[in-house]
């Protein structure tokens, strides 16, 4: 199994980002996915999460009305669209597959959100 996060960068406040998450190894398409974050000095957290079909969809209250997370079966790709961006965003994100009840990460992309 394969996560690989693509599209961190550096970006200033009140921008936006698009994260990609190419999937392989995996039925993406029965696959529940999720995007985590790691601010430095603290724990990661969850940002947002999306089931196999795209029909549930969750977000953390820190990025409502700011991030749209999205997938495409057809492409084994989940996106997360970051608008609005703040320098509290700032972290390393990771995405998450659970297949077959595993769960698994990709190694991360950085986001820095300057002031």
């Known amino acids: 199994v394969q996560l690989q996060a693509f599209g961190g960068g550096l970006v200033q406040a009140g921008g936006s980002m698009r994260l990609s998450c190419a999937a392989s190894?995996?039925?993406?398409?029965?696959?529940?996915m999720g995007w985590y974050r790691q601010a430095p000095g603290k724990q990661r957290e969850l940002v947002a999460r999306?089931?196999?079909?795209?029909?549930?969809?969750e977000y953390v209250d820190p990025v409502k009305g700011r991030f749209t997370i999205s997938r495409d079966n057809s492409k084994n790709t989940m996106y997360l669209q970051m608008d609005s961006l703040k320098p509290d965003d700032t972290a390393v994100y990771y995405c998450?597959?659970?297949?077959?009840?595993?769960?698994?990460w990709g190694q991360g992309t950085v986001v820095t959100v300057s002031s």
């Open positions: 998450n597959a659970i297949y077959k009840s595993v769960s698994y």
């Open positions: 999306i089931s196999s079909s795209g029909g549930r969809i």
């Open positions: 190894g995996i039925m993406f398409s029965i696959t529940n």
